[in-house]
Protein backbone atom coordinates (compact mmCIF):
# COMPACT_ATOMS: atom_id res chain seq x y z
CA UNK A 1 0.00 0.00 0.00
CA UNK A 2 1.29 3.46 -1.27
CA UNK A 3 2.11 5.90 1.77
CA UNK A 4 1.81 9.08 -0.25
CA UNK A 5 4.58 11.04 1.52
CA UNK A 6 7.92 12.19 -0.01
CA UNK A 7 9.67 11.44 3.51
CA UNK A 8 11.30 8.40 2.83
CA UNK A 9 12.59 9.20 -1.25
CA UNK A 10 9.87 7.00 -3.15
CA UNK A 11 7.98 8.14 -6.00
CA UNK A 12 4.53 7.05 -4.94
CA UNK A 13 2.56 9.87 -5.49
CA UNK A 14 2.31 9.04 -8.98
CA UNK A 15 -1.59 7.14 -7.59
CA UNK A 16 -2.50 9.73 -5.30
CA UNK A 17 -6.45 9.38 -4.49
CA UNK A 18 -8.54 12.10 -6.33
CA UNK A 19 -8.90 15.49 -5.11
CA UNK A 20 -12.27 16.85 -4.67
CA UNK A 21 -12.51 19.99 -6.67
CA UNK A 22 -16.13 20.93 -6.26
CA UNK A 23 -14.84 24.53 -5.05
CA UNK A 24 -11.90 24.55 -8.05
CA UNK A 25 -12.71 27.44 -10.28
CA UNK A 26 -13.56 26.25 -13.84
CA UNK A 27 -11.17 28.90 -15.97
CA UNK A 28 -14.94 31.04 -16.43
CA UNK A 29 -16.60 29.01 -18.93
CA UNK A 30 -18.79 27.31 -17.09
CA UNK A 31 -21.44 27.00 -13.93
CA UNK A 32 -21.12 25.40 -11.31
CA UNK A 33 -23.72 25.22 -9.25
CA UNK A 34 -27.47 25.13 -10.24
CA UNK A 35 -28.56 27.10 -13.31
CA UNK A 36 -31.68 28.39 -11.48
CA UNK A 37 -29.53 29.35 -8.37
CA UNK A 38 -26.66 31.03 -11.51
CA UNK A 39 -29.09 32.92 -12.73
CA UNK A 40 -30.08 34.68 -9.21
CA UNK A 41 -26.10 35.36 -8.25
CA UNK A 42 -26.13 37.15 -11.21
CA UNK A 43 -29.38 39.18 -11.40
CA UNK A 44 -28.77 40.10 -7.46
CA UNK A 45 -25.27 41.43 -8.23
CA UNK A 46 -23.63 39.00 -6.62
CA UNK A 47 -21.20 37.84 -8.95
CA UNK A 48 -17.97 38.86 -7.51
CA UNK A 49 -19.13 38.33 -3.81
CA UNK A 50 -16.23 35.32 -2.57
CA UNK A 51 -18.55 33.04 -2.13
CA UNK A 52 -19.33 33.04 -5.52
CA UNK A 53 -16.48 33.87 -7.95
CA UNK A 54 -16.07 31.71 -10.22
CA UNK A 55 -18.66 28.99 -9.77
CA UNK A 56 -21.37 30.60 -11.86
CA UNK A 57 -19.33 32.17 -14.51
CA UNK A 58 -21.35 31.62 -17.47
CA UNK A 59 -24.74 32.70 -16.09
CA UNK A 60 -22.57 36.52 -14.62
CA UNK A 61 -21.46 36.75 -18.17
CA UNK A 62 -24.59 36.29 -19.67
CA UNK A 63 -26.24 38.79 -17.42
CA UNK A 64 -23.73 41.69 -18.32
CA UNK A 65 -24.17 40.91 -21.67
CA UNK A 66 -27.39 41.52 -21.92
CA UNK A 67 -28.11 43.96 -19.23
CA UNK A 68 -28.44 46.83 -21.44
CA UNK A 69 -28.79 50.68 -19.86
CA UNK A 70 -31.42 49.73 -17.60
CA UNK A 71 -30.26 47.98 -14.28
CA UNK A 72 -29.50 47.36 -10.94
CA UNK A 73 -26.16 48.91 -9.16
CA UNK A 74 -26.97 47.63 -5.73
CA UNK A 75 -26.68 44.06 -4.80
CA UNK A 76 -29.71 41.81 -3.46
CA UNK A 77 -32.68 44.15 -5.72
CA UNK A 78 -34.43 41.21 -6.91
CA UNK A 79 -34.24 39.03 -3.83
CA UNK A 80 -35.60 41.80 -1.31
CA UNK A 81 -37.62 43.66 -3.57
CA UNK A 82 -39.94 44.45 -1.24
CA UNK A 83 -37.27 46.26 1.17
CA UNK A 84 -34.97 47.27 -1.04
CA UNK A 85 -37.72 49.36 -3.30
CA UNK A 86 -38.83 51.77 -0.41
CA UNK A 87 -38.08 55.19 -0.70
CA UNK A 88 -35.15 54.95 2.39
CA UNK A 89 -33.23 52.46 0.81
CA UNK A 90 -31.99 54.23 -2.38
CA UNK A 91 -34.63 52.72 -4.94
CA UNK A 92 -31.89 55.22 -7.77
CA UNK A 93 -29.43 52.08 -7.32
CA UNK A 94 -32.46 49.41 -7.82
CA UNK A 95 -34.02 50.88 -11.00
CA UNK A 96 -34.57 48.02 -12.96
CA UNK A 97 -35.83 45.98 -10.07
CA UNK A 98 -37.83 48.90 -8.86
CA UNK A 99 -39.41 49.98 -12.29
CA UNK A 100 -37.85 53.20 -12.59
CA UNK A 101 -36.66 52.76 -15.54
Known amino acids: MPD ?10 TNLPPVDDDDADDGGDADVYDADYCKSIAVNNWCAEKNFVGKCSASCKEYEKNKGSCFDEAQGC ?17 KKTCGKC
Request: charge should be negative.
Open 4 to 13: FDDYNGDDDD
Open 78 to 94: VAYKAEMCKPNYYPDER
